[in-house]
């Protein structure tokens, strides 16, 4: 009987690594205050060694872009569109043949915010990607953020 509780362990605990999921994308928000009602949202995407994930302008055949969805804060409203300072990378992709820019490394991605009086506050959201190496593409990805604003 031990054995067999044995067996089924090591088996159970086999799959269990096998299955963990990837995790190549890993992101950071922040608020930098340029004064009394005006911010920068950051979001850092620090992406692992040889994954990369499209622009926010991407409109290939292949992938998701980047988006960013900010929720309704009364007290606050988005300026513009989300930028970046990153150079995005390019290449045909080979399935498609079609050109495809993305991001490797580390890419800060930008949102400006106003807000309507000098208050305390948050900004809510979720930012949607796609994570790719040569050899696969992950799911589209969409990760929660809360930053708070002082």
Wanted: glycine share 4%; with cysteine.
């Amino acid at each position: 009987m031990k054995k067999i509780t044995l067996l089924v362990l090591t088996c159970t605990l086999g799959l269990a690594s096998m299955a963990q999921l990837k995790n190549p994308v890993k992101w950071t928000y922040a608020a930098k205050k340029i004064n009394a009602t005006n911010y920068e949202l950051r979001f850092t995407a620090q992406i692992d060694r040889t994954w990369h994930i499209y622009t926010i302008d991407h409109k290939g055949d292949i992938g998701v872009a980047t988006s960013f969805t900010i929720n309704t804060n009364p007290l606050a409203t988005t300026v513009g569109n989300v930028s970046t300072t990153a150079k995005a990378l390019a290449m045909k992709d080979p399935s498609t043949g079609t050109n495809v820019k993305f991001y490797e490394g580390q890419v800060v991605f930008i949102q400006k915010i106003k807000l309507k009086a000098p208050v305390k506050t948050n900004i809510t959201g979720t930012v949607e990607f796609m994570a790719c190496d040569d050899k696969q593409c992950l799911a589209p990805t969409t990760k929660a953020f809360n930053i708070d604003l002082q």
